[in-house]
Protein backbone atom coordinates (compact mmCIF):
# COMPACT_ATOMS: atom_id res chain seq x y z
CA UNK A 1 0.00 0.00 0.00
CA UNK A 2 2.89 2.14 1.02
CA UNK A 3 4.36 2.21 -2.50
CA UNK A 4 1.31 2.21 -3.86
CA UNK A 5 0.70 5.97 -2.26
CA UNK A 6 4.32 6.51 -3.13
CA UNK A 7 4.45 6.25 -6.54
CA UNK A 8 1.21 8.95 -6.91
CA UNK A 9 2.79 10.90 -4.45
CA UNK A 10 6.00 11.22 -6.68
CA UNK A 11 3.84 12.28 -9.09
CA UNK A 12 2.31 14.97 -7.27
CA UNK A 13 -1.09 13.36 -7.62
CA UNK A 14 -3.00 12.92 -4.35
CA UNK A 15 -4.97 9.43 -4.98
CA UNK A 16 -8.34 8.90 -4.03
CA UNK A 17 -7.85 5.26 -2.49
CA UNK A 18 -10.66 3.32 -0.64
CA UNK A 19 -10.96 -0.02 1.38
CA UNK A 20 -14.45 -1.80 0.77
CA UNK A 21 -15.63 -4.26 3.59
CA UNK A 22 -19.46 -4.75 3.63
CA UNK A 23 -21.72 -6.57 5.96
CA UNK A 24 -21.41 -9.79 4.17
CA UNK A 25 -17.61 -9.56 4.78
CA UNK A 26 -16.99 -9.23 0.92
CA UNK A 27 -13.88 -6.95 0.89
CA UNK A 28 -11.34 -5.58 -1.46
CA UNK A 29 -8.23 -4.47 -0.42
CA UNK A 30 -7.44 -1.56 -2.68
CA UNK A 31 -10.30 0.62 -4.28
CA UNK A 32 -8.47 3.38 -6.63
CA UNK A 33 -11.26 6.16 -7.91
CA UNK A 34 -8.94 7.76 -11.68
CA UNK A 35 -11.33 9.56 -14.04
CA UNK A 36 -15.00 8.66 -13.13
CA UNK A 37 -13.83 4.66 -13.01
CA UNK A 38 -13.24 2.30 -9.82
CA UNK A 39 -10.27 0.14 -9.90
CA UNK A 40 -10.14 -2.56 -7.36
CA UNK A 41 -7.21 -4.48 -6.39
CA UNK A 42 -6.54 -7.22 -4.56
CA UNK A 43 -3.40 -8.44 -2.91
CA UNK A 44 -1.61 -11.36 -2.33
CA UNK A 45 1.14 -13.18 -1.06
CA UNK A 46 1.19 -15.64 -4.27
CA UNK A 47 2.89 -16.45 -7.55
CA UNK A 48 -0.37 -18.37 -8.98
CA UNK A 49 -3.55 -16.29 -7.93
CA UNK A 50 -6.74 -17.78 -8.77
CA UNK A 51 -9.32 -16.19 -10.68
CA UNK A 52 -11.98 -16.40 -8.31
CA UNK A 53 -10.01 -13.65 -6.57
CA UNK A 54 -12.08 -10.93 -8.72
CA UNK A 55 -15.40 -12.08 -7.44
CA UNK A 56 -16.05 -9.37 -5.20
CA UNK A 57 -15.31 -6.73 -8.06
CA UNK A 58 -18.82 -7.06 -8.99
CA UNK A 59 -19.61 -5.33 -5.80
CA UNK A 60 -18.60 -2.37 -7.51
CA UNK A 61 -21.22 -2.56 -10.11
CA UNK A 62 -23.74 -1.58 -7.47
CA UNK A 63 -21.51 2.11 -7.73
CA UNK A 64 -22.86 5.27 -9.79
CA UNK A 65 -18.94 5.30 -10.90
CA UNK A 66 -18.19 2.98 -13.70
CA UNK A 67 -15.80 0.03 -12.94
CA UNK A 68 -12.68 0.36 -14.67
CA UNK A 69 -9.71 -2.41 -15.08
CA UNK A 70 -9.34 -4.55 -12.03
CA UNK A 71 -6.15 -6.62 -10.75
CA UNK A 72 -4.71 -9.02 -8.61
CA UNK A 73 -1.02 -7.60 -7.31
CA UNK A 74 0.96 -10.94 -6.72
CA UNK A 75 4.71 -12.48 -6.43
CA UNK A 76 4.42 -13.59 -10.32
CA UNK A 77 7.08 -13.14 -12.98
CA UNK A 78 5.33 -11.49 -15.50
CA UNK A 79 1.96 -9.13 -16.39
CA UNK A 80 -0.49 -11.26 -17.73
CA UNK A 81 -4.09 -11.29 -17.35
CA UNK A 82 -7.20 -13.47 -16.11
CA UNK A 83 -9.48 -11.75 -18.63
CA UNK A 84 -9.98 -8.48 -20.48
CA UNK A 85 -11.27 -6.76 -17.15
CA UNK A 86 -8.36 -8.26 -14.58
CA UNK A 87 -5.01 -8.30 -14.41
CA UNK A 88 -2.47 -9.83 -12.76
CA UNK A 89 0.08 -7.80 -12.18
CA UNK A 90 3.66 -8.68 -10.36
CA UNK A 91 4.45 -6.60 -7.31
CA UNK A 92 7.82 -5.78 -8.42
CA UNK A 93 5.61 -3.34 -11.21
CA UNK A 94 4.37 -1.36 -8.37
Do not use: W
Not at 60 to 84: H, Q
Amino acid sequence: MAEILKSYRNCGIEPAIYYYRDRDTKEIDVILESDGELHPIEIKKTATPASQLTRVFKVIEKSPLMRGTGAVLCTTDKLSAFDSGNLIVPISLV
